[in-house]
């Protein structure tokens, strides 16, 4: 799913909690993966759907525009001539730590308009040096999120570090 680069940062930082589309995913669609449009113009990482909220769009920001990461505005810009919106509610995002070219995982892909539906198998083929991160690698997920040209004023929090 292409994503502008600062809704890709603030999904993969836990701030953006639902993904805002103009129509519906297939019901069989359980995990998405975040490219990130240029200037990143690399699959960032990925979620998990938990659920999905459908209506006008007066409807779904009322149900979700305040944990959708984006201003009131600029929704409106984006559903203007639409009649219908719907919410991916945003479960388990996950930064890769080392971001793939789509070419990493096909030769024939190309960035997507909006998404392109791949099989799952799709997962399978990720080296596991691109492991979704454990627990443990959080701040080099972050130190990666830091790194990225992500085109925007916006630096992603470091967690503070604690003694053990």
């Given at each position: 799913m292409s994503l502008h680069p600062q809704y890709a940062k603030r999904i993969l930082l836990g701030s953006k909690k639902v993904e805002f589309r103009k129509r519906r995913l297939a019901d069989d669609v359980e995990i998405v993966l975040i490219?990130?449009?240029?200037?990143?113009?690399?699959?960032?990482?990925?979620?998990?759907?938990k659920s999905t909220i459908e209506g006008t769009p007066e409807e779904v920001w009322q149900r979700a525009g305040e944990v959708g990461g984006i201003a009131h505005a600029d929704y409106e810009a984006y559903y203007r001539a639409s009649a219908k919106a719907v919410a991916l509610v945003v479960k388990n995002p996950k930064a890769f730590v080392r971001p793939l070219t789509l070419r990493d995982i096909?030769?024939?892909?190309?960035?997507?308009?909006?998404?392109?539906?791949?099989?799952?198998?799709?997962?399978?083929?990720?080296?596991?040096?691109?492991?979704?991160?454990?627990?443990?690698?959080?701040?080099?997920?972050?130190?990666?999120?830091?790194?990225?040209?992500?085109?925007?004023d916006e630096a992603p929090a470091q967690p503070e570090r604690t003694a053990a």
């Open positions: 490219y990130a449009t240029a200037p990143v113009q690399r699959v960032v990482g990925m979620f998990s759907i096909s030769p024939a892909l190309v960035p997507p308009q909006s998404f392109n539906y791949l099989p799952i198998e799709t997962l399978n083929c990720f080296p596991s040096t691109y492991s979704l991160g454990k627990p443990r690698e959080k701040y080099r997920q972050l130190d990666l999120l830091a790194c990225l040209p992500w085109n925007d």
